[in-house]
C-alpha cells in the first residue's frame, strides 16, 4: 500500500488549502482513511477520518466546521479541504490508512501512512 500526500503550503490565516492523498496498492473499499497532523515539538494528532465504503466521518473538534474530508473512489483519492485556516493549524499533515473501522481516530491503530505534506499558516 502507497499513500501520496501532497497540497501543503503557506497561505495567510483565513485562507484555505486543499491537500489530496493519492492510493494505491490494494481495493480500499473496507478501509477507513485519515488525515493526522504534528506541530513542531507536539505529538500527532487525528484531525478527520473518512470509511471508504459508507462515506461516515469524524473529525476532531479543533477543525470541525472548518474542514472537510471526502474520497473520489474513482481515482482512489482522499483530500482534506482546509478552511479559514488558522495560525495553529500550521503542521505537517499525514494521510493514514486503516483496515477496520473502530478508533479512527487512534494513530496507532493505523497500518498505512504516507509522507507527510507541510501547511504553514501566517498570521
Known amino acids: 500500500v502507497q499513500l501520496q500526500a501532497s497540497g501543503g503550503g503557506l497561505v495567510q490565516a483565513g485562507g484555505s488549502l486543499r491537500l489530496s492523498c493519492a492510493a494505491s496498492?490494494?481495493?480500499?473499499?473496507?478501509?477507513?482513511m485519515g488525515w493526522f497532523r504534528q506541530a513542531p515539538g507536539k505529538e500527532r494528532e487525528f484531525v478527520a477520518a473518512?470509511?471508504?465504503?459508507?462515506?461516515?466521518?469524524r473529525y476532531a473538534d479543533s477543525v470541525k466546521g472548518r474542514f472537510t474530508i471526502s474520497t473520489f473512489k474513482a481515482n482512489n483519492m482522499v483530500y482534506l479541504q482546509m478552511n479559514s485556516l488558522k495560525s495553529e493549524d500550521t503542521a505537517v499533515y499525514y494521510c493514514?490508512?486503516?483496515?477496520?473501522?473502530?478508533?479512527?481516530?487512534?494513530?496507532?491503530?493505523?497500518?498505512?501512512w504516507g509522507q507527510g505534506t507541510l501547511v504553514t499558516v501566517s498570521s
Open positions: 473518512i470509511s471508504w465504503s459508507g462515506g461516515r466521518t
Open positions: 496498492g490494494r481495493p480500499f473499499s473496507n478501509y477507513v
Open positions: 493514514a490508512a486503516k483496515g477496520t473501522t473502530r478508533d479512527v481516530t487512534d494513530r496507532d491503530r493505523y497500518d498505512y
